[in-house]
């Protein structure tokens, strides 16, 4: 990087055809030693590579990517596998993302000051394929994340016309952070082969050019609409869990006296993410305090409301009905400020579920994913409510979509735990018994998953599995597990029946 930034210096003031560019191909590999020589594939592989990059720029093989893409500050491109001269087998190839060379007076320009929330520019998306007709969905794939990070409030994203100022242009991520005044990039290419088509996006954090996160979704090509909206729901909800881990990160390093109320919110965020009770009181604690400061700030009473909520739901709290009840009342404050507030929206409907008010719980669910599509979260408690209130197969699909949405969310054994419930109650037990296992091995501490994974146990006829795993369960806080318990709490849903015929079937005892 330092030799082909010196070189666009240097080439910076030369006319074209003076003008030295070179291309540099690395690769990672065995080689043979003669005398001061080096033979092998290992150098023809970094010849090949050197002869993929574009003048001034560098290729990486896969082995020299994964050596560097977490420790470099630097962003990449996959120009996915690459059949090469006298090479058998095809190369991946990565393109490294040259800086821009430095203009005059671009070192005394002052940079944007970020905003004081967080901020993102999603850069066009690069068309790989060498085809100027898939052009288009590149445009439109990056258009339409635009406008789906645009619906998250608590988000400052640039608008499209700027950052299409960088189409078609080699620009180091730290530059355009200075240049926007953004503190992260997403930025990704598109690659269009016969019937398949291959995209692949990044988040960076343009200060520092560390990689926050990736991901890469090969499809067939076919509805070009409907590939757009599946990838912008997918990068939309992979990014929003992402963007507070990392602001959290940020602000937990402030003294506190010095940490506004959006940042006392979003380390909350990041607290209540990690769903364990320690982390769950110090968000509680520190929600408190920014509401003290902010009276009228919705989201800390919307977030805040999911806190108590949850803490209720472990019974981490002396009186699990009150906690629920306010729950509810902070979701109603919040929204009284802010209508469109989502996670609002989604506590109060969790509410009103809990409270067999199933049909306005339905609709709570719905308008919190009307202003959040892509609210993996609030997916999964639809789902949920569906499910209490009988609809079992569209709960099916409801939180199938929460683990498309989000496979690597933080609240991925709930997100499983609940799939698993919903597979139970719609009676495929078989399908639901890998999710809720894996949801009592993520967190083996929570009643209510255990109480399920019994049923399920119980209606697959595996009776001898269950003794080991209800002693455990009633060693967690709470009352014992029994049948007449269960079906007490469950009196109001349309799934008590299933899951107590489950219990008394693994032998768990009436009272």
């Known amino acids: 990087m330092a030799v082909q930034e010196a070189l666009g210096r240097t080439n910076q003031d030369r006319p074209e055809e003076e003008r030295i560019q070179f291309r540099i191909g690395i690769h990672v590999g065995d080689v043979m030693v003669r005398g001061s020589d080096l033979f092998g594939d290992g150098v023809n592989i970094a010849a090949r590579l050197e002869s993929l990059a574009e003048p001034g720029g560098i290729c990486l093989s896969e082995a020299a990517y994964g050596y560097v893409r977490k420790v470099l500050p630097l962003a990449y491109a996959d120009l996915g596998s690459q059949k090469v001269r006298n090479i ?44 100027p007709e898939h052009e288009y969905f590149a445009d439109g794939i990056t258009d339409d994340i635009i ?10 994203v640039i608008a499209r016309n700027s950052t299409f100022a960088y189409k078609s242009r080699a620009v180091d991520v730290r530059q355009i952070g200075q240049d926007l005044g953004v503190r992260y990039v997403l930025e990704g290419s598109v690659r269009v082969s016969g019937s398949r088509i291959r995209i692949t996006s990044q988040l960076i954090e343009a200060g520092t050019g560390k990689h926050v996160w990736a991901e890469r979704y090969d499809r067939q090509v076919g509805d070009v609409f409907a590939i757009q909206d599946e990838i912008t729901a997918s990068v939309v909800a992979a990014i929003e869990p992402h963007l507070y881990a990392e602001e959290g990160a940020r602000i937990a390093s402030q003294p506190p006296d010095h940490i506004s109320t959006w940042g006392l919110v979003v380390r909350s965020i990041g607290l209540i993410s990690k769903l364990g009770r320690q982390e769950n009181d110090e968000a509680r604690s520190l929600l408190g305090r920014a509401i003290t400061i902010e009276p009228t700030y919705a989201k800390a009473h919307a977030i805040l409301s999911w806190a108590v909520w949850w803490a209720a739901f472990n019974y981490w709290l002396p009186d699990e009905q009150e906690g629920i009840a ?31 008010q199933h049909e306005r719980a339905l609709s709570e669910l719905e308008a919190a994913l009307r202003v959040n599509p892509s609210f993996a979260l609030a997916h999964t408690v639809y789902g949920w ?9 569209g709960a099916v699909v409801e939180t199938q979509t929460a683990l498309r949405l989000s496979p690597a969310d933080t609240f991925l054994s709930f997100y499983e735990f609940l799939h698993g419930l919903t597979l139970m109650v719609a009676g495929r037990f078989e399908d639901a018994l890998p999710y809720l296992r894996r949801a009592i091995v993520a967190f083996p501490n929570f009643p209510s998953h255990h109480a399920m994974l019994i049923s399920c146990y119980g209606h697959l006829g595996l009776q001898d599995r269950t003794k080991m795993l209800l002693a455990h369960r009633n060693s967690l806080p709470g009352p014992p597990l029994t049948v007449s318990l269960v079906r007490g709490q469950l009196r109001k849903y349309a799934i008590g029946p299933i899951i107590t015929e489950g219990l008394s079937k693994a032998g768990v005892p009436e009272s």
């Open 385 to 393: 409510a569906l499910a209490l209130a009988g609809r079992f197969d």
């Open 326 to 356: 306010e729950a509810q009342r902070h979701a109603e404050q919040a929204l009284a400020l802010d209508a469109s507030e989502p996670w609002a929206r989604m506590v109060l409907g969790l509410c009103l579920s809990a409270d067999g």
């Open 147 to 156: 406008t789906g990070l645009s619906h998250l409030k608590w988000l400052f």
């Open 88 to 131: 058998e087998e095809p190369i991946r190839a990565y393109a490294v993302k040259a800086t821009r060379p430095i203009s005059a007076g671009t070192e005394s320009a002052k940079p944007l000051p970020l905003p004081d929330k967080p901020s993102i520019a999603v850069l066009p998306f690069t068309n790989m394929s060498g085809n």
